[in-house]
């Protein structure tokens, strides 16, 4: 993790921003019950935060960012809490659908969404389709997500299409597998942030953060911030990729 002192002014370079921020936004529950309220408070205010970052991307010209809101393992979480979250989702997509629009941003989801109630995957479709010609910016949230079942799910498809001579074992590259992932028509993360001090992945994009740059913050979601933003993206910034290159060759 990195060290930054209380005084530190953060200056970004606009010329070497990431691409596309992918981010795990955890620790609702810890963050509500370090005030001893109870876990929900810690999603309302997770769901602000997450709004406020979304528009921040946006001004900040990244042209992709990617939101980890709910994973498929997350359903074995208590029907409440679930509720919670499912309603939350609901009223942003109702009450930033304009916004989302005037901002130009098209709305992606990736995970699946015949696991959501008949209405909420209605209201899901219409945002999609309603703002797929948008081009300032892709939101794309990862709803009822798993990296694993993602790439089993390629692989299935991949499977039929050989079955029905579609095309051969031998074609199967890279390049061709990625048309089969939820995230075909975007590209991988450069950034990958994680809140609230854990640090691992929990079955997110598998696949595509292969060569992403990590950040792991102490920070529980609800507490994450416009200056903890630019504090990852400024550790971004200091990073050297090299993908698996000798630096300068
Ligand atoms: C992240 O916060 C939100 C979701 C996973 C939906 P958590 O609810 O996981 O909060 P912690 O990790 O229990 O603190
Ligand atoms: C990952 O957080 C999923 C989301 C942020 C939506 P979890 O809280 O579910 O992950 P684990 O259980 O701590 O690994
Ligand atoms: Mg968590």
Redesign the pocket.
């Known amino acids: 993790m990195d060290f930054f002192p209380e005084s530190f002014n953060i200056i970004l370079d606009p010329s070497k921003l990431p691409k596309h921020v992918a981010i795990?936004?955890?620790g609702n529950g810890r963050w509500a019950k370090s005030k001893g309220l109870p876990r929900i408070y810690g999603h309302k205010k997770g769901a602000e935060v997450a709004k406020n970052i979304i528009y921040k991307t946006r001004e900040l010209n990244i042209p992709y960012l990617t939101l980890?809101?709910?994973?498929k393992?997350?359903w074995l979480r208590p029907k409440e809490e679930i509720e919670t979250l499912l309603g939350l989702l609901k009223y942003y997509l109702e009450t930033e659908f304009e916004e989302i629009k005037k901002n130009e941003i098209k709305f992606k989801v990736i995970g699946n969404k015949d696991d959501f109630p008949e209405e909420l995957k209605k209201q899901l479709n219409m945002v999609e389709k309603e703002t797929e010609k948008n081009d300032k910016m892709v939101l794309c949230m990862?709803l009822s997500y798993g990296g694993r079942a993602e790439i089993i799910e390629a692989v299935k498809k991949l499977a039929f299409q050989i079955k029905e001579n579609k095309i051969s074992a031998e074609e199967i590259d890279e390049m061709l597998f990625r048309k089969f992932l939820y995230t075909y028509d975007i590209p991988d993360p450069d950034l990958l942030i994680r809140t609230s001090g854990?640090l691992?992945i929990?079955n997110?994009l598998l696949f595509q953060l292969a060569y992403t740059e990590f950040y792991f913050t102490p920070v529980y979601w609800p507490d994450f911030n416009e200056e903890e933003y630019l504090k990852a993206l400024y550790s971004y910034q200091q990073r050297e990729r090299r993908f698996g290159r000798i630096y300068g060759s």
């Open positions: 795990i936004m955890d980890f809101a709910f994973s393992e997350n990862a854990e691992r929990s997110f």
